[in-house]
């Protein structure tokens, strides 16, 4: 966990990139609207371009021409949304970083214990195949330094699903490996 926390440009841009497919996804918003639009304008270009270069089909170019016209009408129609998606910082990453590495070089054993405590969620452990199962959790303070009224605590469950959970194979000589 504290692997994927020491990356914090990398979790910020996912933790950011989760937070605004939530925010387009609530507010109705479509990135793809401009680019559509645009592409749109092009093929009417096109049309009416071939219609003066004496394009054969005429009755056709004008059908078609009407049709990206209404298509064109019902995206300038689409919800204008006001404003931007919520974003996060990398210094709340950093800061957290920072803690948490001093606490596991200089804290008790009992501080070190409540970091891993708190990164852990639950470990299962299978004992007739010898596969353990960690399931991280994002810590508590995570969501208190972030200052996104606890939505990178919501949303980093979701972002980092498959960073969250680890799954190893106990061998009967002590040694182990992860599996994948």
């Known amino acids: ?23 387009e996804d609530s507010t109705g918003y479509d990135p ?15 049309i009416r371009k071939a219609v003066e270069n004496g394009m054969p089909d005429d009755e056709w170019g004008y059908s078609r021409m009407r ?20 974003q996060i910082d990398a210094k709340t990453a950093f800061a957290y970083r920072a ?13 070190k214990k409540g970091l891993i405590r708190s990164c852990v969620d639950k470990m299962t452990i299978a004992p007739d195949t010898l596969n353990v199962e960690i399931q991280y959790k994002v810590p508590e303070a995570i969501g208190a330094y972030s200052g996104s ?18 799954r190893y194979r106990l061998s009967k000589n002590g040694r182990h490996g992860l599996l994948r």
Request: proline share 3%.
């Open 32 to 46: 793809t609207i401009p680019r559509k639009m645009k592409d749109i304008d092009a093929k009417i270009a096109n």
């Open 99 to 111: 803690q948490a590495e001093k606490i596991m070089r200089a804290g008790t054993n009992a501080e």
């Open 1 to 23: 966990m504290l692997n994927i926390c020491a990356d914090a440009n990398g979790f910020t841009r996912k933790v950011n990139e989760e937070l605004r497919r939530i925010w």
């Open 149 to 166: 009224g606890g939505a990178l605590r919501q949303l980093a469950p979701i972002v980092l699903a498959t960073w969250l959970v680890r």
């Open 67 to 86: 049709e990206l016209m209404a298509e064109r009408e019902t995206l300038c129609t689409q919800v204008k949304v006001d404003g931007e998606a919520p």
